[in-house]
């Protein structure tokens, strides 16, 4: 199974290669549409970057000041990079666009230009793959039917971001690839404008849809209606555990599950037998859901009821 940080590894050392090489490429011919692979190709690094950070800080674990652990550190992370990198790479990008928009025609070669274009896609076509590996594996591990759903309900923040970016970039690069040939074929400089402009928009609708997600799990997500499923089997399964009061769960972090609930159990048990109860739903929710890593059990008696 690849890992989150493998496919985060993976995306910033072909981001950092290949950032270099279309910085140069612009400087030799000016085409904004390969300016707009730069602010890509940067912001992507700054992406992998702080995503790196998030799992430094969210290893952590419980403290004082954080007794539930940091593991949200992740959604924090992930939700920075939308706003702050894809949402200016992609504002960034419109704008070069905009500004290109009527420019004379300049007659260059643009050679290095598709040699680069060309390793960038090699690049992040392997990225991608890679992500591809990694969210196919959370999509049978958790019996997402699709890609889509997956897409909804994964918690693995950082994979969904990095899946995701190397997804667009490779869009990007088609796309800056088209610019360029069609701009050296007619020498209409609004095919480069217009690339740029529409790498600009992917970027943007990127940072708005994984800012959503991520907005979700910061604010405090529940497990999937699956996973609650499960739980109530699960403590519905114990002996003595009468019946389920109530269920709350939320996502600590992306393999960190906090779990509250409530239950009446037989009125016959003496305290003993509610202890051993309790420990027995507790293992029951653990083999369940195995990210449950907070377990918080309430025993109601009838007179409480």
């Not at 940080?5 to 549409?33: H, M, P």
């Not at 920075?80 to 025609?105: D, H, K, W």
């Not at 990127?206 to 997600?213: D, G, K, N, S, V």
């Not at 699956?226 to 992306?254: F, Q, W």
Request: charged share 20%; glycine share 6%; hydrophobic share 50%.
């Amino acid at each position: 199974m690849v890992s989150t940080r493998l496919v985060v590894y993976v995306s910033l050392v072909a981001s950092a290669a290949i950032a270099v090489a279309k910085f140069l490429a612009y400087l030799l011919t000016g085409n904004v549409s390969m300016l707009s692979q730069v602010y890509y190709s940067l912001s992507d690094v700054g992406n992998q970057l702080l995503l790196l950070l998030g799992f430094r800080f969210s290893e952590r674990g419980a403290s004082r000041k954080h007794p539930f652990g940091r593991g949200k550190e992740q959604f924090f992370f992930a939700f920075v990079v939308t706003v702050l990198l894809f949402g200016i790479a992609g504002f960034a990008s419109v704008r070069e666009g905009y500004a290109a928009v009527g420019q004379p025609f300049v007659d260059v070669d643009v050679t290095v230009n598709y040699a680069v274009l060309g390793v960038a896609l090699v690049f992040e076509s392997a990225a991608l793959y890679k992500s591809y590996q990694a969210i196919d594996a959370e999509k049978e591990s958790e019996r997402f039917r699709s890609f889509v759903k997956t897409f909804r309900h994964t918690k693995d923040t950082p994979l969904l971001t990095a899946a995701t970016e190397n997804l667009v970039a490779v869009i990007g690069v088609i796309v800056a690839i088209l610019g360029v040939y069609l701009t050296d074929a007619t020498g209409n400089t609004t095919y480069d404008a217009a690339a740029s402009v529409i790498i600009g928009l992917l970027l943007m609708g990127l940072a708005l849809a994984l800012a959503w997600e991520s907005r979700s799990l910061i604010v405090g997500e529940a497990v999937t209606p699956r996973e609650r499923k499960k739980l109530i089997a699960a403590v519905e399964s114990v002996g003595g555990a009468d019946e389920l009061l109530d269920l709350r769960t939320m996502h600590m972090g992306p393999d960190s599950v906090l779990v509250a609930c409530e239950i009446s159990f037989d009125p016959d048990l003496d305290t003993a037998g509610v202890e051993a109860a309790i420990d027995d739903v507790e293992a029951a929710i653990r083999e369940a859901v195995p990210e449950a890593n907070r377990i918080y059990v309430e025993a109601e008696s009838e007179s409480e009821r």
